[in-house]
């Protein structure tokens, strides 16, 4: 079996566009559409400008073509936009990245100081008495100074722990989704047939717990289950989860990080759902609901590229299956 989450709107709009939203890291990040990203501006796009010739085109272009070369700052053919929060909030991280790239670099001199500081304090302690007594006040200077070195090493640690609570604070502030309600489904597909074995809603979206998953997959997974692909969110990493294991005598298998092709049955399943309710409107999870319930047995019913054999739909597929 194949399992993944799906988070939905609690509410849509007909043919409106539904975001890719992932929860694998206990927080939802909501990808943005084509028409939430500001509109790229290039040089190439005078060409569409139907009022000018094509030597004017030309004109233009080799003009801006030799701004950017030189480095030049040009004005843009269409009117500029204010940055969207997605392009903020990589802008801060850039910055936050320059930051800890300075911060190795002081790290890494701190350390340097630090051990010179110790040969120091070892060559000092080898002399004996007379000889320290020669260099008490040079000693003394140095003590002072690495008193003073130490003091503001703490200051530094210091104003590094409140400039990083100040960037967590920002950085989870354009984490936030926007005001929307999510409603978290949990899609359940056959590895061999393609039939889709279930649709659970939970109407905690956002907020859906590794129990409540757990539980709906102890209800809804086949008694004589062998295997179980998931991702590694931590919804499917949980003791409860493996627990429900070990105690049913299933394998489950997390996907390699970063390779959802792996789970692509039930990766390429949630694609065809959310295509599919682009075209409804809903205004809560009983609502959507229905709507699921429309969904399935149209899906094993229609024919599957995928199977062993093309134009069989899941269910007849599943029907032969059972007959050999």
Request: hydrophobic share 35%; net charge positive.
């Amino acid at each position: 079996m194949n399992v993944d989450l799906c988070f939905v709107p609690l509410v849509h709009e007909k043919e409106k566009k539904l975001p890719a939203v992932s929860g694998s890291s206990g927080h939802l990040v909501v990808t943005p559409t084509k028409d939430e990203y500001s509109k790229k501006h290039w040089p190439g796009q005078v060409f569409a400008d139907t009022e000018l010739s094509y030597e004017e085109a030309m004109q233009v272009y080799a003009q801006q073509t030799r701004d950017r070369l030189s480095r030049c700052k040009i004005e843009p053919l269409l009117p500029e936009k204010e940055p969207t929060e997605w392009r903020n909030m990589w802008e801060a991280r850039r910055e936050r990245h320059a930051v800890l790239q300075q911060r190795r670099q002081e790290d890494a001199n701190w350390r340097l100081e630090r051990q010179e500081h110790h040969k120091i304090v070892v060559a000092y302690r080898s002399l004996t008495r007379p000889q320290r007594a020669a260099q008490a006040s040079e000693w003394q200077v140095q003590k002072e100074h690495w008193t003073n070195r130490e003091q503001a090493r703490l200051e530094v640690l210091a104003r590094r722990k409140l400039e990083n609570q100040n960037w967590h604070h920002k950085n989870q502030a354009l984490l936030q989704t926007p005001e929307r309600s999510w409603v978290a489904i949990l899609v359940i597909t056959d590895n061999c047939t393609r039939q889709c074995l279930g649709l659970h809603i939970f109407e905690t979206g956002a907020k859906v717990t590794a129990l409540e998953v757990t539980q709906a997959l102890h209800l809804l997974l086949p008694k004589n289950l062998a295997f179980l692909i998931s991702d590694q969110g931590t919804h499917f990493r949980s003791k409860v989860l493996a627990r429900l294991a070990q105690e049913t005598g299933f394998v489950q298998i997390p996907i390699y990080r970063h390779r959802p092709q792996t789970n692509g049955i039930a990766e390429r399943f949630v694609r065809t759902l959310k295509e599919w309710l682009c075209e409804f409107s809903w205004s809560g999870a009983k609502e959507l609901g229905f709507l699921l319930a429309k969904f399935r047995p149209t899906y094993n019913d229609r024919p599957h590229q995928g199977l062993p054999i093309p134009g069989l739909s899941p269910n007849e597929f599943a029907n032969r299956l059972w007959l050999m």
